[in-house]
Nanobody, 121 residues
């Protein structure tokens, strides 16, 4: 059973920083990409940042220069370092990984349960 578990959300003041982590567990053959998405109340879920197995990254325009996505060497952990947080960054943040479990022929997308980030004074 593959699981993605996010951690690190919380309440932060405008201009502050937070780090999110995503732990992938289970019998995983390969992880092709890991990404962070967010969904604010009344809005659609949107891509925040993504990192592929070769290390290339891509960011939403709204977070460029403020957020940094990374993975550990074992590539089972993903991170999102967020700085310069603003109230509009308030959302539930989800981790998504495109990966292949040992019991599958193809890779599929797996989602974590989400972690709340609230930016407020």
């Amino acid at each position: 059973q593959v699981q993605l578990v996010e951690s690190g959300g919380g309440l932060v003041q405008p201009g502050g920083s937070l780090s999110l982590s995503c732990a992938a567990s289970g019998s995983i053959v390969s992880i092709n990409a890991m990404g962070w998405y967010r969904q604010a109340p009344g809005k659609q879920r949107e891509l925040v940042a993504i990192i592929i197995s070769g290390g290339s990254t891509n960011y939403a325009d709204s977070v460029k220069g403020r957020f940094t996505i990374s993975r550990d060497n074992a590539q089972t952990m993903g991170y999102l370092q967020m700085s310069g947080l603003q109230p509009e960054d308030t959302a539930v943040y989800y981790c998504k990984a495109n990966l292949r479990p040992h019991y599958a022929v193809w890779s599929s997308d797996y989602w974590g349960q989400g972690t709340q980030v609230t930016v407020s004074s």
